[in-house]
Structure formats: structure tokens, C-alpha cells
């Protein structure tokens, strides 16, 4: 394999797409850049409607940019697929009935050059036990990870996993990340979609956080928990001036409607303790986590 | 990398679909008993110049084929309804080894069917020279060659829940305007179904009359409908990106 093609990574330059509906238009992307270095691990964060799948689909070649590039080592979305370098699990689609899940995904392995085994496979998703089932009689948490051992078995280059968790009980998703990880221990190129801001700070080395199909931030996942991870504390409290508020350590703002206020924190637990203490008078406190999509809509309107 | 395994495995899957193993095989065969053993001694069928266990052997041979080739019309409105064709797409499996496939697989349900016909035709006394049998067999096959587009076609276009009334709803209007039920010898029903390739299916059945079994009209039309529904199918494909 030549390096020269292998250390290009991934480039989303200046992608746009609209889709015509019966309402009219709709920008699904608009204007996206995105660079990944091969062995990166990304997670595409948003809200529904940001724009990620339809990014995932521009980055496997399944949609044509109305505008913009996509190039996934150095060539089209199509080569690095031709020459079996990219796995991907698909967010809408079931599974193709009438196999067992030994047989589906040997018929996978069958399509990829450099296809692990199937047992080794099946172990390592954690279905040995239900290898032998047919696929249309899987329970949903098995028929995700069937899906999710589809994309290993042909060994990527790049592993493409659009919300991959979506369907999953607590207990399945961190089985399920704790499978990738030891996966991603080969150096594989990983970019995800989810909307859990705790996969992207447990999982990826870097989140791009998208909204209205625009990024609005990129950067290493603890920076961006920073800028979205930020919580607020409400209280009754009349009589405190806000300006001795915004002294507090680790509040960022102060919104103040009649008694209520309203402090936007970087750090809650500093901001409370100091609260407490300077204004012990503070009734019906309430701390919140900003929401993903909350804390999106803040990001785009700035 | 194999696309013969990916093969293997599609037709695997068309095995055990057990609704289109009944409809490929088992019903043509129950009605080819059911029409051509009461009138087994019937040598010359409305005028046909055939017998009667031979002109309804190709007939429903007809019906049995063109369900197998349009099936396949069945099976990728499975797989689209399920996002599968999009999984297929993000593997190195190309459009033509996923054609190709399509296509081996439907043939090889055609000739099971066939088969199936010839032999039961045999055990109501149809006796032909093997030059006849092999002359009646490569026209049928190629006649099939429209049918392996439709399917094709049809899978790309339909959905899943309404895939099977268009087939069965089609190939039923099909024979009955092609003469696979009864032959039609004159009429309106008779010049209208020259023009379909299901027509010169059942026409196959002629080779035992002696010399070409089509006519030049036969071979234009069939050829004519190949290359249409080719050109279909290969749009309806490359258009077929999109999310279900």
C-alpha cells in the first residue's frame, strides 16, 4: 500500500446539498470543510437535521455534492470504496433476510480484499451465540451489532458509522464502544455521527459539532464539552446585584428576569459552592445541563 | 474477493424463499397438469399444429420463467426497502458483478423451471428430436432476456409492498395476451401479442413444427424489447441512491 495515498486522510472541502421537497427546498449542507488525518477518530455531533448523514452520504460517494469536493485518500469516495478500504454502517437499513448472521457476514467478508474472519468477527461484536439465527429473527440490539460487524469484517482503512447507538439500551452501548475501542487500537481512520455529546467526549479525539448544515465548531472533544457542556443555575434571589454575581467563580452570565436569575456557568460546581456562600439567601435552585440542541442554537446565532 | 461467493449466497437466499419457489415452480407445473393431462391425446391444439401437452409444456414453461426473471424484481425491492442496496454500494461489489448476480440468479430459477416443465412435459409423451429440445431451449432463453431487464427494472422502481401484485398482476395479462392459457391464433388479442416478447416465449414451442420458429417479426421484437428494457434498467439503477 503507498503511504503517499495513505497519509492524505479525509477532505470535505466546501460541500453543499439541497434537496428539492414538496415544500420546497431544503439546505440540508451548506458549506462544509472538514480535514481528517488517517488514525484520527471523529464524532460528527448535532442535532437531527444538522446535516450529518447527508455529509456521510457526500463523504461515501452514495450522494453528489451540488457543490464542493470529497476526497478520501487522495481520490474519489468511489476508489477507496472499489479497492475495499471503507466499512460503514449505515443509519436507515435492516438486514437482508433469509441468511443467518454467519451467512451474511461471510457474504460481506466475500466482497472486501483484506476481510477479517468471520469467527474472529463474530466474537469480537459478541455474536458467537447467535451466529447460526436467521437475521430476520434478531432482536434489535443484535440485528445493530450484525450491522456494526458488516463494517468491521471488511477491515477498513476508514470506518464510517452513522448514529450507530441509535437503537441501543445503555447496557449495548457501552458494550459497543468498548468493541471499538479495542478496534481502533489498529489505526483505523473512525468518524461518527452521533448526538450524544457523551459518546463524543467518551469515544472520538476530536468532535465537529454540526447545526442548520454548517460546522459551528471543531476541535478536540474537551474543548468543545467546554462550549457545550456548559450548565445553568436558576434562583430566586432578589436582592443580590448582579455585578457581585458575575464576580462568582465560574460563571459566565447573568440573566436576570424580576427575582429570578438566571447564571450561565463554565464551572457549575465552583459557581454553586461560591453562590452559596456569598448569597445564602438563594431559594429554589435548580442546575441544569444546556442541551445539545440548546447549546447548538446559542453557537449558530452568535 | 469473490463475486461467485456473493452469488452463492443470493441464491441461497432465493431458496428459501419458499412464496417464490411456489409461484416459479410449483404453481406452472399444477396447472400444466391440470390443462394438458385431460387433453393428452390432442395432437393438433386449435389449429396449432402442436400437441397439446407439448404447446401447454412451453407455455406454462413460459409463465414459470418469466416469474423466475421478474423475481429478481421482487428481490431488490427487499433489499431497497431494507437499505440494503445502499450497504451494497459502500462495498467494492461493482454495479456489473451486482447485475450480473441478478441476473445468474434469475436464469438459473428459469432453468430450474424449465426443467421442471420439460420433464413433466415428457411424462405426458412430449417426444421431440434433442436438436428441437436445444433450438426451443436458446430461444426461450433469449426470449427471457427482456424479462431479466424488467426485473431488474421493476425492483428499482417499485416498492416492496407493492412489488408483488405488479409482477403477478403483470405476467397474468402477460400470458393471457401471449396465449399461455389458450392459444390465441386470430384477432385482436393475436396481433396485439406479437408485439410482446411473452408472445414469441410461448412461440418457442414452434421448433417442432420445422423450420424458424420466429419469424423476423419475432426476432425484431424480442431483440427491440431487450435493448429498451436494458437501457430501463440501467437508468433505474444508476438513479437509485437515495435513502428509502
Redesign the interface.
Known sequence: MESSTLTTGIRLEGLVKTFRTPHGPVEAVRGVDIAIEPGETVALLGPNGAGKSTTIDMLLGLAEPDQGTVSLFGGAPQDAIASGRVGAMLQTGALLRDLTVRELIAMMASLYPRALGVDEVLELTGLAKAAEQRTEKLSGGQAQRVRFACALVANPDLLVLDEPTVAMDVEGRHAFWATMREFARGGTTIVFATHYLEEADDFADRAVLMAHGQVVADGPTTEIKARVGARTIRATLPDAPDAALMTLPGVASVDRRGAAVTLRCSDSDAAIRALLTRFPEARDLEISGAGLEEAFLELTAA | ??DL??TR?EL??AF??KRFLFFSLGFPLMLYFLTAAPNKNTANLEKTGLSAPLYFMVSMASWGTMTAMLSTGARIA??R????N??L??????AFSYLRAKVAIAYLMAALSLVTMYISGAALGVSLPARDWLEMTALIVIALVPFAAAGIFVGHKVTVESVGPAIGGGTAVLALVSGTWFPVTSGFLHDFGQILPSYWLVQAGRVALGGGAWNATGWMVVIGWSLVMTVLAARAYRND????
Do not use: D, K
Not at chain 2, 81 to 84: I, M, R, S
Open positions: 474477493m469473490s461467493a456473493y449466497y441461497l437466499r428459501r424463499n427487499g433489499e426497502q431494507v437499505g440494503w445502499r450497504q454500494r459502500i462495498s467494492p461489489l461493482s441512491t437515495n435513502r428509502a
